[in-house]
């Protein structure tokens, strides 16, 4: 075969990709579900500040990236000639300020949204590396990346008791793990692998010792849990599933390219047992999870998935467009923080975001 042939092939395959997704995106999108997101995509270009940041409630880098994930989500990118693309821009420039990121990588102190945060800001940079708009931001994106990826490493690597080893906690060295925590992380992993940086293999083998503990049967040494439907706990060694941090697991274990284990299997079932409920603590935190991890699993569980995520969101709308939870929690976090995840939970059957692709 010639070169010329094989890049005709090569760029014919392209095509077909770019179509089928195309394709598939064309297919998720329903008129009412789209009209709820644009309002709401509307409220989060309101609530930009004069420093770039977007937020209500504090927590400015964490919020802003939330933001920009959220209007990427639905295929808005920082170098669109529109409304959103400014305020993507001009929000990508604020977390990419001089006073954002400490010496060490770290995200989470100059807003105070610890390593929450950290994680959340980390994989909103890596879900943006190549869409800067122009060399000399994709470089800063790419070594704020790089910094913010190593504290995560170097994080997990804190001395710690056996029980919490592979996790991540409050703190870069935090000496104790929790799952709500650790599933930030690991999708700023995941993200950062996908586009090619360096992820230590045994940080990801570490993650999913840790996941394994956080299951809330145990398991024996052929990985199979005691009770096959079983959920995910706060912290590990606890028999007390939730529903959302059942939803936090299941989605941690696929980022970990556990697509097809036992716990996984297990969550879905007991996820499906219980569905997300307006009134559930942190339920938009949940929803987020949860719309991701069972579209992960494809099908007809992905589809119940979906139609359940827009009934229950839809019917909760603002009339400006935003969120308000039902939780005391994530109403003191804001409507920035409500109103991102209700859109992020929504748009994933788009495929924009890469995170969202298995």
């Not at 995200?107 to 060399?135: C, F, K, N, Q, W």
């Not at 995910?232 to 529903?243: G, K, L, Q």
Request: with cysteine; net charge negative; proline share 4%.
């Amino acid at each position: 075969m010639t070169l010329s042939n094989a890049i005709r092939l090569i760029l014919t395959g392209l095509c077909l990709l770019s179509a089928s997704r195309s394709q598939s995106q064309e297919a998720a999108k329903s008129p009412e579900v789209d009209a709820a997101i644009n309002r709401a995509v509307s409220f989060l270009v309101s609530q930009q500040q004069a420093n770039g940041s977007i937020t209500d409630r504090g927590h400015e880098n964490a919020m802003t990236s939330l933001a920009i994930m959220a209007m990427a989500s639905i295929g808005h990118q920082p170098t669109d000639s529109t409304p959103e693309g400014a305020v993507m821009k001009k929000g990508l420039g604020f977390v990419l300020g001089t006073t954002r990121q400490d010496k060490a990588g770290y995200y989470g102190a100059s807003d105070g949204s610890r390593m929450y945060g950290h994680g959340i800001v980390t994989l909103m940079l890596t879900e943006m590396i190549g869409m800067g708009g122009d060399d000399q931001t994709d470089e800063a994106i790419h070594q704020a990346c790089q910094k913010a990826i190593d504290l995560i490493v170097r994080s997990q690597r804190t001395k710690k008791p056996a029980f919490a080893k592979g996790g991540w906690r409050y703190t870069p060295d935090a000496a104790d793990s929790d799952l709500s925590v650790s599933v930030w992380q690991l999708m700023a992993l995941r993200s950062a692998k996908n586009d090619g940086m360096d992820v230590p293999s045994n940080t990801i083998d570490d993650a999913v010792s840790y996941l394994v503990r956080s299951f809330t049967s145990p398991v024996d040494a052929d990985g199979q849990p005691r009770q096959a439907k079983n959920g995910f706990s706060y912290e590990a060694n606890n028999d007390s599933p939730t529903f959302t941090m059942s939803a936090a697991g299941l989605l941690a274990m696929q980022v970990c390219g556990q697509y097809e284990s036992p716990l996984v299997v297990g969550a879905t079932d007991w996820l499906k047992e219980h569905p997300p409920k307006w009134g559930e603590r942190f339920v938009l935190y949940g929803i987020y999870y949860y719309a991701q991890g069972m579209h992960q699993r494809g099908g007809e569980t992905a589809e119940t998935a979906s139609k359940l995520v827009a009934s229950e969101l839809l019917s909760h709308q603002d009339a400006n467009g935003s969120w308000t939870s039902s939780s005391g929690e994530e109403q003191n976090a804001g409507k920035v923080y409500c109103t991102a995840l209700a859109i992020l939970s929504l748009s994933v059957k788009y495929h924009y975001l890469p995170i969202y692709q298995r």
